[in-house]
């Protein structure tokens, strides 16, 4: 057996999604759920297999046409081109085994039962009655999850890498679309979820501005109320119209509008107090929301006090 080693520096420590030195292994293992990202340059064929992971379903998502041969519990599932968007579903404890025989850009996404379920449970408003196996190994094409491929797949070509509670979104949309696609609930899809009562989303204001400048994900900030990540994220879109990752973003830009507002602290020590990991990305998210760089809008805020 043949691997590719890929030094874990060529991605910075401070990404969510880390490059996997061996194929579907990934650098950190997480407690919930875990994003990384295979990269085979196609110099050579390139073989590897793996014997699966744990109690872990591993979802792949092909960010780029490749050519390969995929082997699924002893049986070859494909041979040939395999198209950009597709995913792949492999259930824990599975052998599996590919043979590269072009380059390759791959997200693998490792999910516990846990996460399976609330999702399951989000879906359809009860729990399931045993362990949730999504066994089916064919390829999907499906353009939802394509759509949340490519978003995740575009945030590590970005300078300033994706927050935790970025990733962690998006990576529960794409397990709750497999399971709602492995449970055909038409009932699921159609069901809108009841609005975050005002008590709620004044309780994660207040949360929110307390810890803004610390590194919060979506299960911190849905936890303040009570709710499972889920349940909190489709409600509070309902009643405020934001992503609960947009509404942190905004409270962390007024936070520093506050803080430019006086010429007391460095850009370095505003982006660093309201939970931004660099100054570069903080420039980068101001001037998204705002229009204007954080020293142009703090230069005609001193201005025009």
């Known amino acids: 057996m043949t691997l590719t080693l890929l030094s874990p520096a060529a991605t910075p420590r401070s990404t969510p999604i880390g490059i996997e030195a061996r194929w579907r292994t990934p650098e950190r293992p997480a407690a919930r759920m875990t994003l990384s990202r295979w990269l085979h340059h196609g110099d050579a064929p390139l073989e590897v297999n793996h014997d699966g992971s744990g109690d872990l379903h591993c979802i792949g998502l092909n960010l780029r046409c490749a050519q ?26 599975v052998r599996v085994g590919a043979v590269f025989e072009s380059a390759l850009d791959v997200l693998h996404l490792f999910v516990p039962h846990a996460v399976l379920a609330e999702c399951y449970e989000d879906l359809f408003q009860r729990a399931h009655p045993g362990e949730i196996e999504l066994g089916d190994p064919r390829l999907i094409r499906d353009p939802v999850l394509e759509r949340l491929g490519q978003t995740l797949g575009v945030c590590k070509t970005e300078s300033a890498p994706p927050g935790r509670m970025f990733v962690e979104s998006v990576s529960l949309a794409i397990v709750s679309r497999l399971v709602a696609r492995h449970f055909a609930a038409p009932v699921a899809r159609g069901r809108v979820p009841s609005a975050l009562p005002q008590w709620r989303i004044k309780r994660v204001a207040e949360f929110v501005d307390a810890h803004l400048g610390e590194n919060l994900s979506l299960a911190d900030i849905a936890s303040s109320t009570g709710l499972t990540r889920m349940h909190f994220a489709a409600q509070f879109r309902r009643a405020t119209g934001m992503r609960p990752h947009e509404f942190l973003l905004q409270k962390r830009i007024e936070r520093a509008q506050a803080l430019l507002r006086t010429s007391r602290y460095s850009m370095l020590d505003v982006a660093l107090g309201c939970g931004f990991r ?6 980068t998210v101001f001037k998204r929301l705002t229009g204007a760089t954080p020293k142009s809008w703090q230069t005609s805020a001193l201005d025009a006090a």
């Open 68 to 93: 390969l041969a995929f082997h699924h519990a002893g049986r070859t599932l494909l041979h040939g081109r395999v198209p950009a968007g597709i995913a792949q579903v492999s259930a824990p404890g």
């Open 278 to 283: 660099s100054q570069a990305h903080f420039t």
